[in-house]
């Protein structure tokens, strides 16, 4: 029996920073059973250099990354979303397009690293902090027992994983 790949959208305002990450990252540690996206409400239109060095840094693949509006996957040629996932509390109160096939939704917000101010060391600090509470979140994510989670178990253990630190 093929295990099914399913499709992640990480959204946020900017989606140059905490999605970006959470995109990579899914991308990486999913091991091909996910096939993650990110967007953005208000896309900034590049993807934050720190984000990038941190990924690479890491050995995380970064072709491919870029800062896009979430409306691209509303269109009908979009891939069919499994999971949308916020990643900021901005866009978690911005009113969504309508996704195709009804996908579960969760808010997982994480501080945003592109807001921090200070020296270059205090981003990346901020960066770093980032990615490792969204690493802890995407294990709890792609260790979840699909197969044996029926619709509702699944979208509150997906929810619930929003509320760890």
């Known amino acids: 029996m093929d295990t099914p790949v399913y499709n992640v959208l990480f959204l946020c305002t900017g989606n140059s ?3 970006i990450l959470a995109e990579a990252l899914l991308n990486d540690m999913g091991k091909g059973r996910f096939r993650a996206f990110s967007a953005g409400s208000h896309p900034a239109g590049q993807v934050n250099p720190f984000a990038l060095e941190l990924l690479e840094r890491n050995q995380y693949p970064i072709s491919g990354l870029r800062s896009k509006p979430w409306d691209e996957f509303a269109q009908p ?5 499994d999971f949308v996932i916020t990643v900021c509390d901005k866009a978690a109160g911005e009113v969504c397009p309508v996704w195709p096939g ?22 990346r ?18 260790n979840l027992p ?9 979208q509150q253990a997906v929810r619930d994983i929003g509320k760890t630190v």
């Open 146 to 154: 699909f197969a044996s989670l029926d619709g509702m178990k699944l």
């Open 102 to 123: 009804q996908p579960m939704t969760a808010h997982w917000g994480i501080p945003d690293p592109a807001a921090v101010e200070g020296s270059d060391d205090v981003k």
């Open 125 to 142: 600090r901020a960066f770093l902090d980032a990615m490792n509470q969204m690493q802890r979140r995407i294990s709890m994510f792609v």
């Open 77 to 81: 040629d979009a891939p069919q979303l």
């Open 17 to 19: 920073a905490r999605s």
